[in-house]
């Protein structure tokens, strides 16, 4: 059982920065792309950005083009996702995903296989 551990989120005002983290407790054939979801109140879950492990191929969301990057460090077991003039619509509940499938796109469609609990972010006005 793949376990992730997400940290980072908080109180930001909007213009703001914040940068998530999220650790892998394994590198195996499970863990081939990690991905970064969120979800506000009332809506629908979205994919933010995903990034393979192996070569950092990455996706991002339409929504984050430009704002958001999303890093790894195989070392460490952790992926990062550097969220930059944060919006008030950026808030939600923000997870970290990791799937079996070497592709960011695939993962960021179809999200992944395990699941960590989630770090609110929230954006003020």
């Known amino acids: 059982q793949v376990q992730l551990v997400e940290s980072g989120g908080g109180l930001v005002q909007s213009g703001g920065s914040l940068r998530l983290s999220c650790v892998v407790s394994e590198l195996s054939a499970a863990v081939r792309t990690i991905g970064w979801f969120r979800q506000a109140p009332g809506k629908d879950r979205e994919a933010v950005s995903c990034v393979v492990f192996s070569d950092g191929q990455t996706y991002y969301g339409d929504s984050v083009k430009g704002r958001f990057s999303t890093s790894r460090d195989v070392a460490k077991r952790t992926a990062y996702l550097q969220m930059n003039n944060l919006k008030v619509e950026d808030t939600g509940i923000y997870y970290c995903?990791?799937?079996?499938?070497?592709?960011?796109?695939?993962?960021?469609?179809?999200?992944?296989?395990?699941w960590g609990e989630g770090t609110q972010v929230t954006v003020g006005a």
């Open positions: 995903t990791v799937g079996n499938v070497p592709s960011p796109g695939y993962t960021c469609y179809q999200g992944g296989n395990y």
